[in-house]
């Protein structure tokens, strides 16, 4: 399983957002900012000569080339596996006996970037893309006379850690004013989303001499084509991690639901948290903290790669 720094996660998020704890909720209300990005991928796509292999005449002599690009658009590194060394064949699966690659490269472009051809694996930065290249050609030997199409699959593999956070106003009774607009922000949303679930104003209502705890649901829901493998928090000895920096205390406990996800143990579960929190005067917003990493598996469009007629001059 791949791994990632998932402090550094924290740190990220946290600076390009700006969603520290805000002292008090007597200014201007916050605007809400909601990421609508994540990993995506474009291909696979097939050429020769430039032409898309579906119109281009191919021969046993074309050297049809195969592109996927995976990009980064969401807020949080994402872990993709590469393979064998010099292969890619973690997410180029499986293609007809008849046909082999002749050549692979693998580059990250945007920022830093790099040539990760040699790597098992790679780390995409927000605003980075991995562009993935085969050649392939018949394998020697190979009877092509009696080869009519070859059909090469793919399948994605990808890690990455999320954050979610919800603003909180937390009033000292029913006449304080209910603050509108709080931020809801979350670092991924695409192909897995991290979704927190909580009424964004309360009251500390008291009752028996115990302040009403506030109420939190955190869970993952898969947006993408593919399979949620696993969910996990990198630390933690929980699924999804849901904290409120400065309760006085929390409870947490797992729950069935109806439309989330599997976690990686065949439980469709979200995290169900109360927290007790500290006396206020009037009016405070808070953050709101959840945080997992989810491991992904999506299989791409196959390519067909049709052999045409051989065109041999003289």
Do not use: K
């Not at 291909?43 to 292999?53: A, E, N, Y």
């Not at 115990?210 to 829901?221: D, S």
């Not at 849901?242 to 579960?269: E, K, W």
Request: charged share 25%; with cysteine; aromatic share 4%.
């Amino acid at each position: 399983m791949l791994g990632i720094a998932f402090m550094g996660v924290i740190l990220i998020a946290g600076c390009v957002n700006g969603l520290s704890s805000l002292p008090d909720a007597n200014g201007d209300e916050e605007e809400e900012v909601v990421v609508e990005g994540g990993v995506s991928v474009t291909g696979p796509d097939c050429t020769v000569d430039g032409l898309d292999c579906g119109t281009a005449q191919i021969t046993r002599f074309s050297v049809p080339e195969l592109s996927v690009t995976v990009r980064n658009e969401g807020l949080t590194p994402a872990d993709i596996d590469i393979g064998e060394p010099g292969t890619g064949d973690e997410l180029l699966v499986s293609m007809c006996d008849e046909y082999h690659v002749r050549e692979f490269d693998a580059e990250i472009t945007g920022r830093a970037g790099g040539d990760v051809t040699g790597q098992d694996s790679a780390t995409l930065e927000p605003g980075e893309q991995l562009e993935f290249t085969w050649y392939v050609e018949p394998a020697p030997g190979a009877d092509t006379d009696e080869l009519l199409s070859c059909v090469i699959r793919f399948n994605l593999v990808l890690e990455q850690d999320l954050q979610t956070i919800q603003q909180v106003q937390v009033r000292e009774d029913r006449t304080v004013t209910r603050l509108t607009g709080l931020s809801y922000d979350t670092a991924s949303d695409m192909p897995v989303e991290l979704i927190i679930d909580a009424d964004d104003s309360i009251v500390e209502d008291v009752v028996g001499g115990e302040r009403i705890p506030v109420q939190a649901t955190a869970y993952v829901r898969n947006r993408g084509h593919g399979t949620v493998t696993d969910v996990s928090h990198p630390t933690m000895p929980t699924h999804i991690h849901v904290y409120l920096p400065g309760a006085m205390r929390s409870d947490c406990s797992n729950q069935d639901i109806v439309g989330g996800v599997d976690d990686g143990t065949g439980q469709n579960q979200a995290r169900i948290c109360s927290f007790q929190v500290p006396s206020v005067s009037h009016s405070q917003v808070v953050d709101l903290i959840a945080e997992t990493r989810y491991a992904y598996e999506m299989e791409l469009d196959p390519v067909e790669i049709r052999l045409g007629g051989l065109e041999v001059d003289g």
